[in-house]
């Protein structure tokens, strides 16, 4: 009897112990067991590719085009970061775990007052292709890519185009990162 009573004593102890840290023998055992990690926790991007479909575009698109160029790499690069990689500064040579991205854009900003105005039946309306591949810095080989197109026919005042193709441009790139993760060491 006195066997049982310090038996059940030390089974209500350990219960005691095991509710006081949060954690139970099942959880423990599951979290025993790491995850193993992506193969690529580093991402240098390289230059951008971008060529505006327009035949005969005006020196406003041009500028535009200046401005947008500019801009893209900081999008990329903030949607690398917040999806875990760290960014390099510059080209990693061969490093193990780093992958090289690089990123190639057409577009068409098309007419914002013709989307304002009839975007409804598809006047004004602006597209952007994306392309994204990360490169494994050390092999050369691309290991992940993405594609992405996007049209937009209308929004409040017909839109403002180059905010929604940088949109376009991180959401595609999250989708690369979360394909570089699923590749594991």
Same mark, same amino acid.
Do not use: F, R, Y
């Given at each position: 009897m006195s066997r049982s009573f310090v038996q059940a004593a030390a089974w209500g102890l350990v219960s005691v112990v095991l509710v006081a840290c949060g954690s139970s023998p099942e959880k423990s055992a599951a979290s025993s067991v790491p995850e193993a990690p992506s193969k690529y926790t580093q991402a240098y991007v390289s230059?951008?590719?971008?060529?505006? #479909?327009?035949a005969a575009p005006d020196s406003k698109r041009l500028e535009d085009k200046q401005v947008f160029e500019k801009k893209l790499p900081g999008v990329i690069q903030a949607a690398l970061k917040e999806n875990g990689l760290q960014v390099l500064s510059e080209h990693p040579g061969q490093r193990e775990g780093a992958v090289v991205v690089q990123a190639k854009l057409s577009y068409d900003p098309?007419?914002?007052?013709?989307r304002w105005v009839g975007g409804i039946v598809g006047a004004g309306k602006a597209t952007v292709d994306i392309t994204l591949e990360a490169t494994d810095a050390s092999s050369g080989?691309? #290991?992940?890519s993405k594609q992405e197109s996007d049209t937009k026919r209308g929004g409040m005042f017909g839109g403002n185009f180059y905010e929604d193709a940088a949109e376009t441009?991180?959401?595609?790139?999250?989708e690369l990162v979360e394909d570089l993760a699923a590749i594991k060491r």
């Open positions: 230059a951008i590719s971008v060529t505006l #479909v327009d098309g007419n914002q007052a013709l080989k691309v #290991v992940a441009l991180g959401d595609t790139t999250e």
